[in-house]
Nanobody, 114 residues
Framework: QVHLVESGGGLVQPGGSLRLSCAAS????????MGWYRQPPGEERNLVAH???????LYTDSVKGRFTISRDNAKNTVYLQMNSLKPDDAAVYYC????????WGQGTQVTVSS
């Protein structure tokens, strides 16, 4: 059984920054892909960013240049550094991991408001 635990969400003003963490119950390098989805209220869950075992990254267009995904193998943790946050970034952010199966964290709320 794989457990993913997110942390780091909260309330931030527009233009501010947050760093989300996703701690995995086993080595992050054992997954083909790890990443983040987000789900605004009343909307679908959509991909934000992912990072592969080889270190390749992918971002949805709306966060390119503002968000950075990274991985710390020693800590079994994946991060999402979010800068220049906008109200449209407000959502519940979910960490996921994929090997033959997909695993989800419980989500962490990000609120962007003045």
């Amino acid at each position: 059984q794989v457990h993913l635990v997110e942390s780091g969400g909260g309330l931030v003003q527009p233009g501010g920054s947050l760093r989300l963490s996703c701690a995995a119950s086993r080595s992050v390098s054992s997954f083909n892909v790890m990443g983040w989805y987000r789900q605004p209220p009343g909307e679908e869950r959509n991909l934000v960013a992912h990072i592969t075992t080889g270190g390749s990254t992918l971002y949805t267009d709306s966060v390119k240049g503002r968000f950075t995904i990274s991985r710390d193998n020693a800590k079994n943790t994946v991060y999402l550094q979010m800068n220049s946050l906008k109200p449209d970034d407000a959502a519940v952010y979910y960490c996921y991991a994929y090997d033959r199966y997909i695993y989800w964290g419980q989500g962490t709320q990000v609120t962007v408001s003045s």
